[in-house]
């Protein structure tokens, strides 16, 4: 599956943002969708994850619960999240990714290595 980011970039201290994540090559409805950043000289982190099945369950990190939702439109292939609220400390390159045939846990907002696919990235500045 390949998977394409879209939707970053440069906005005001609480603006809003709404990342897409676009798949190709399989459906999304087998795979669990996470969406990480990666900041300058930190490591990349985990912001949400949304279940492969119907069921639609979610996890969120603490630093993004009440102001980012996670969300998927199977129709369309894609995968999004809205960001309400953004802060300086949101600034990062944020990447979607794609999760086969694991079981669905809180293991799959802190582990890199449950993702198969990869997005190349899209940018999100937060800057008055």
């Known amino acids: 599956v390949q998977l394409v980011e879209s939707g970053g970039g440069l906005v005001q201290p609480g603006d809003s943002l709404r990342l897409s994540c676009a798949a190709s090559?399989?459906?999304?409805?087998?795979?669990?969708i996470g969406w990480f950043r990666q900041a300058p000289g930190k490591e990349r982190e985990g912001v949400s994850c949304?279940?492969?099945?119907?069921?639609?369950?979610?996890y969120y990190a603490d630093s993004v619960k009440g102001r980012f939702t996670i969300s998927k439109d199977a129709a369309k292939n894609t995968v999004y999240l809205q960001m309400n609220s953004l802060k300086p400390e949101d600034t990062a390159v944020y990447y979607c990714?794609?999760?086969?045939?694991?079981?669905?846990?809180?293991?799959?907002?802190?582990?890199?290595?449950?993702?198969?696919?990869w997005g190349q990235g899209t940018q999100v500045t937060v800057s008055s």
């Open positions: 949304i279940q492969s099945s119907s069921d639609g369950n979610t």
């Open positions: 990714a794609a999760s086969y045939g694991r079981g669905w846990s809180s293991k799959l907002l802190r582990d890199l290595s449950e993702y198969d696919y």
């Open positions: 090559g399989s459906t999304l409805d087998y795979y669990a």
